[in-house]
């Protein structure tokens, strides 16, 4: 079983940016496709990005394209989420998910099967 910790995340101005960590226990991540959500209070996770483990591709949601980058450092086995041009609509607990070994990303919450312990991602106007 995967443990995932989530780091990075904290209080920023609109139009600032802020990394976020999602490092694996356990396991590495070598055959993990790792995905980033985010949750509002009273609201469903919504997927913001995802990095596959098949030659690295990725997806991103419309609301974070081109503002967003997600990568993996293998050696460091840890997938950062790029947060740019960050908005106050960007303000929610930011969430890493992994499904079994080897399958494609989840873009929905109900595919993920780990999950990390979340953080806070504050973004001031």
């Known amino acids: 079983q995967v443990q995932l910790v989530e780091s990075g995340g904290g209080l920023v101005q609109a139009g600032g940016s802020l990394r976020l960590s999602c490092a694996a226990s356990?396991?590495?991540?070598?055959?993990?496709?790792v995905s980033w959500f985010r949750q509002t209070p009273g609201n469903e996770r919504e997927f913001v990005a995802a990095h596959n483990f098949r030659g690295g591709a990725t997806a991103y949601a419309d609301s974070v394209k081109g503002r967003f980058t997600i990568s993996k450092n293998s050696i460091q086995d840890t997938v950062y989420l790029q947060m740019n041009s960050l908005r106050p609509e960007d303000t929610a607990v930011y969430y890493c998910a992994v499904v079994r070994p080897g399958g494609d990303y989840c873009s929905r919450e109900t595919e993920c099967d780990y999950w990390g312990q979340g953080t806070q991602v504050t973004v001031s106007s």
């Open positions: 356990g396991r590495t991540f070598s055959r993990y496709a």
